[in-house]
T-cell receptor
Framework: GENVEQHPSTLSVQEGDSAVIKCTYS??????FPWYKQELGKRPQLIID?????GEKKDQRIAVTLNKTAKHFSLHITETQPEDSAVYFC????????????FGRGTSLIVHP | GAVVSQHPSWVICKSGTSVKIECRSL??????MFWYRQFPKQSLMLMAT?????????EQGVEKDKFLINHASLTLSTLTVTSAHPEDSSFYIC????????????FGSGTQLSVL
């Protein structure tokens, strides 16, 4: 089955800095890679996703890059703000697997004002 | 986006009692619903996948007789924790998907279960 590794487990940055979270996956059949943001005690919210037919996608301060050859994808947050503080999860899934996602372990992002 | 409602948001119960958690898709028909368990500061652990009208598929290590899942309609799935014990205390989250929304998952708000 799919295995998703996520690093780092904790990331502390100053407000205004950039934050990068990296994930690797094992199943070359995976073709859909969402990122979720989860605030304490709340539901995960989809913040950005990317399909395997593109290498990069951007939405305002958030971007995701995908390297299919190396089987890794990354989340980039620029100009971080305190409200970006949360746990971020990456996931990988495929249409062949009915898009049942395998989640990474999560990264706790702390943005210091 | 699609809305998934989950109730209750928190529940405290005595050891040995059963607790039912409901997950509803409010504005779309969910052909598939997923149930996750999440421990503090840890990732989402898939417990089972349920398709409307059929038996749930449980992940390895999850006791199907303890965690009863019913997906009776395209908008409702329930998780019943039977004979709950303190070790069952956790955050339980459902999510739903459908062919209409494709590969995207939409999560319920979660249920914090505390078993005394």
């Amino acid at each position: 089955g799919e295995n998703v590794e996520q690093h780092p487990s904790t990331l502390s940055v100053q407000e205004g800095d950039s934050a990068v979270i990296k994930c690797t996956y094992s199943d070359s059949a995976s073709n859909y890679f969402p990122w979720y943001k989860q605030e304490l005690g709340k539901r995960p919210q989809l913040i950005i996703d990317i399909r395997s037919n593109v290498g990069e996608k951007k939405d305002q301060r958030i971007a995701v890059t995908l390297n299919k050859t190396a089987k890794h994808f990354s989340l980039h947050i620029t100009e971080t703000q305190p409200e970006d503080s949360a746990v971020y999860f990456c996931a990988a899934s495929s249409d062949g697997g009915s898009y049942i996602p395998t989640f990474g372990r999560g990264t706790s992002l702390i943005v210091h004002p | 986006g699609a809305v998934v409602s989950q109730h209750p948001s928190w529940v405290i119960c005595k050891s040995g009692t059963s607790v039912k958690i409901e997950c509803r898709s409010l504005d779309f028909q969910a052909t598939t619903m997923f149930w996750y368990r999440q421990f503090p500061k840890q990732s989402l652990m898939l417990m089972a996948t349920s398709n409307e009208g059929s038996k749930a598929t449980y992940e390895q290590g999850v006791e199907k007789d303890k965690f009863l899942i019913n997906h009776a309609s395209l908008t409702l799935s329930t998780l019943t924790v039977t004979s709950a014990h303190p070790e069952d205390s956790s955050f339980y989250i459902c999510s739903a998907s459908s062919r209409v929304v494709g590969e995207k998952l939409f999560f319920g708000s979660g249920t914090q279960l505390s078993v005394l």
